[in-house]
């Protein structure tokens, strides 16, 4: 066995063993996952960190075995304090907004605490929640209605429950907390300014008349932008409203025309429900041209990999070679496209 690879033997020893185990399906990559475990061994890996990579990869099943049966149903995740009470007006509008989108046929998903976690849930429902929570010594067990109908995974670490909070959902709604609140909010825009995670659009939702993520705002405008440390457009892409209508408008719209991505070689690919028309795609030039590395974004079909893979095939397409750059751009070309003429 060398560095990173296992013998042939080996490698037919586990071929065996995914056909016993009646695997098909994905069977290099499981390959892989099997791999990596037998190497940790062979390396002598030290048995705090043997914990660490068995507990994470058995939560992630856990958790993936709760979203499975929701895989199509769209979902948005409530962020907000353990600790807001049920007579403060931020509990009101977490309960309100989760109601509302739930009424919109979308499943909240919250870390299955108390406070706004709570507050979500019960706007939802038992039905329509889905809760990861994390197993603490002094906070309180999953709040009653996740646990309702067992719609519940609880983790041990934070990394995994981040993951999974973050992985299934199709928008975020950010509610005021405190250090585990701004974790979670600072690591969607982090993963969104870096192009590591698809465009979703995030709104900061406030009580009404309330301040706290307009001083937020104030701070990034002051200190963070001066000091050159983020660009000016990179909270452009989040909503900061005290406003659950609002709210509820600025999720649901970014799905109205815009469906998903994927990259086929060099060229990003955006589906669209609605065919553009070639004013549309001319407008969308006009306006985002200097997106593109080279070239035009250009009306399409499904692409042949596409095609091979039968990634939704039957919705229209647009084009480009994004420049590397200009990732921090695409949230506002899909805007774009959720009010093209064709969209609405």
Known sequence: MTDGML???????????????????????????????????????DRLDLKIASSALSEMRDAFRLFQPFHNIPKVTVFGSARTLHDDPLYVQARDVAAALAGDGWMVVTGAGPGIMQAAAEGAGSKMSLGVSIRLPFEERANSIVEQDAQIVSMK??????????????????????????????????????????????????????????????????HLVPAGVISPQDLDRVLITDSVEEAVADITAFWRNYDSLRWVGDRLVLRLVHEPTDADVQSLNERFGDMCAEGRIERSGALETEIADGDVVELPRLVLNLRQRAVGSLFALIRAIDELPSAV
């Not at 999974?164 to 969607?188: A, H, N, Q």
Request: net charge negative.
């Open 7 to 45: 013998d042939d033997d080996l490698r037919h020893e586990l071929t065996g063993l995914l056909e016993r185990a009646g695997i098909r399906a994905e069977r290099g990559l499981i390959t892989r996952m099997l791999q990596t475990a037998l190497l940790l061994g062979r390396e002598n890996t």
């Open 157 to 222: 670490y934070f990394f995994t429950r981040k993951l999974m909070l973050i992985k299934e959902s199709r928008g975020f709604i950010c509610l005021p907390g405190g250090f585990g609140t701004m974790d979670e909010m600072f690591e969607l825009l982090t993963l969104q300014q870096t192009g590591k995670a698809e465009p979703m659009p995030i709104v900061l939702l406030d009580e009404p008349g309330g301040s706290f993520w307009t001083g937020l705002k104030t701070f990034i405008d002051e």
